[in-house]
């Protein structure tokens, strides 16, 4: 909106590893709740953070299963998951945000769930490269995307 700014922030980190995204976002964060979603899937469906949400009571972390496969890029984390975090990072020199899920025993929506909030799977479509992004463009009004 405008007016908004938007806080940057950095895991200062040379190696790609979304794990130290995610701690920082955790460290950073100021309100309850956390939704994490990598930067290469441009059509994350609204209901389905939606369904996140509202599955997140009781829980420290929320993921969607999607083929066959929890997806924690496209997950909320409860602030309470970061000493949880912390731990991982001090005990692993490569930890994944797929371990902290199974550290954190997450709630999974089972793919039926994620179906309902999303049948075509575009939230879990990646965008590498150009073509790619050009492919996806007539999905990003598809009905589904409110």
Known sequence: ???????????????????????????????????????????????????????KEGALAVAPTWGGTPQPLAALYSKNALHAARQLAAREANPSPKRLLNILAARLLDEDAVKNAD??????MDVDTRETLGSLEPFAEAPDAL
């Open 1 to 55: 909106m405008k007016g908004e700014r938007v806080k940057v922030i950095t895991d200062g980190r040379p190696e790609p590893n979304p794990f130290w995204g995610l701690l920082a976002a955790l460290e950073a964060l100021q309100t309850g709740w956390l939704f994490l979603c990598s930067c290469d899937v441009p059509l994350i469906r609204p209901a389905l953070i939606r369904s996140l949400c509202a599955a």
């Open 119 to 124: 049948p075509g799977g575009f939230s879990f």
